[in-house]
């Protein structure tokens, strides 16, 4: 089993900056993607930015020079640097981990822009 455990949401205003972290746990193995999604009230969720363990990234055009995903593998941990953020970028954002066909998600954390 793996767990996903959030941190780093919270209230900013437009303009402003978060970082999120994502611990994993459990039984990671050392091949696997690592993602962050967001969901929007009345909207479904949706892909923000991933990384595999190569290091390789991939952004939704929405957030491409704002954001920057990285990881550490060592320490299982992935990270969402939000720069620029916008009132559009207000959601519930959850980490999640691909590995071997298998998905796992985490909880969520609720990050809310002010205007």
């Known amino acids: 089993q793996v767990q996903l455990v959030e941190s780093g949401g919270g209230l900013v205003q437009a303009g402003g900056s978060l970082r999120l972290s994502c611990a994993a746990s459990?039984?990671?193995?050392?091949?696997?993607?690592m993602g962050w999604y967001r969901q929007a009230p009345g909207k479904q969720r949706e892909l923000v930015a991933q990384?595999?363990?190569?290091?390789?990234?991939n952004y939704a055009d929405s957030v491409r020079g704002r954001f920057t995903i990285s990881r550490d593998n060592a320490k299982n941990m992935v990270y969402l640097q939000m720069n620029s953020l916008k009132p559009e970028d207000t959601a519930d954002y959850y980490c999640?981990?691909?590995?071997?066909?298998?998905?796992?998600w985490g909880q969520g954390t609720q990050v809310t822009v002010s205007s």
């Open positions: 999640r981990i691909l590995q071997y066909g298998n998905i796992y």
């Open positions: 459990g039984s990671i193995f050392s091949i696997n993607v």
């Open positions: 990384i595999t363990s190569g290091r390789t990234t």
